[in-house]
């Protein structure tokens, strides 16, 4: 996708805890997919993928191997194992663009350092999910990843240029798109929670909702719901705190209570450990 060598920092610490094989993945895949509904990549997904990609779909890959590549691309994810799950999706065109926009957005928000470094993944996250969503239109995390990367770029710049961009309506446009597609897409609730307190905090209540649409109210039911959907993910709790800080520099005590209960759920995975760990240095 890119001829730019790129750096990618170790997860930090020793895991064992998060050294899945195929039997155990497949056990507990949807503990690990609660957030993002991400089907299982058996063969019968594989084969569906390879279909519905067309021209798109991986050269020299069958239902099986295609089946197989993705269950070691998602291993990697779950391990901590960043670039190489990031590679081995990256392989997959838009079939493993799922796996790879995800590996490089979570290494990109908690163990890339330099704020160009960030903006520049984002923005890559972004034009790999673009095409994902031009060759698999009807995959719910298509979408999701585009505006996981188009938000996540849209912070790393001013809210001036971001809403002069038209990115706030771009990255409104996806995430209703996902949840349209899968209802039930936690992260999805949560992404659309905070892009609605982030509107608010930004430009207030009145030209939120005149201008963007943007409402407390819609905010707070979308958090309600991925709280439903997914209460032991450390991620909701976290994003929870922070759209209550948006929304209301007074919620302060509810936002720690929030941060708290994030970093005091046991972590499935690499990423619950380092949303844990960044939920626990919001309020040490």
């Keep these: ?51 519905a990609a067309g021209k798109a779909a991986p050269k020299g890959f069958n239902a099986a191997s295609l089946a197989d590549h993705l269950q070691h691309a998602w291993l990697a994810f779950h391990r901590g194992e960043f670039q190489k799950a ?25 163990l890339l350092k330099k704020p160009a470094e960030k903006m520049e993944r984002f923005e890559l996250l972004a ?17 999701y990843r585009f505006a996981f990367g188009m938000g996540r770029y849209s912070q790393s710049i001013s809210i001036a240029k971001a809403l002069s961009m038209g990115l706030a309506g771009k990255v409104k446009k996806a995430l209703d798109t996902c949840l349209k597609l899968n209802p039930k897409h936690a992260e999805a609730h949560l992404a659309s929670a905070l892009w609605h307190a982030e509107i608010i905090n930004k430009v207030g209540s009145t030209l939120g909702s005149f201008t963007y649409g943007a409402k407390q109210k819609l905010a707070e039911e979308h958090i309600k719901t991925a709280l439903k959907l997914a209460p032991n993910m450390p991620i909701v709790h976290a994003e929870h705190a922070q759209m209550l800080l948006l929304l209301d520099e007074d919620n302060e005590q509810e936002a720690a209570d929030a941060f708290e209960r994030a970093s005091e759920l046991k972590p499935l995975d690499a990423m619950d450990f380092l949303d844990g760990r960044f939920a626990k240095e919001q309020i040490s």
């Design 1 to 51: 996708m890119t001829n730019k060598k790129m750096l990618w920092a170790p997860l930090p610490g020793k895991h064992k805890e998060f050294d899945y094989d195929l039997t155990s993945l497949k056990k507990t895949w949807s503990k690990l997919h609660l957030g993002d509904g991400e089907d299982f990549p058996d063969e019968k997904r594989a084969e569906h993928l390879i279909k």
């Design 86 to 110: 990031f590679e081995l999706g990256n392989e997959l065109g838009p079939c493993g663009t799922s796996v790879a926009a995800k590996a490089m957005g979570i290494h990109a928000t908690y």
């Design 127 to 143: 034009q790999m999910a673009e095409q994902a969503i031009e060759s698999l239109p009807k995959e719910a995390n298509s979408y």
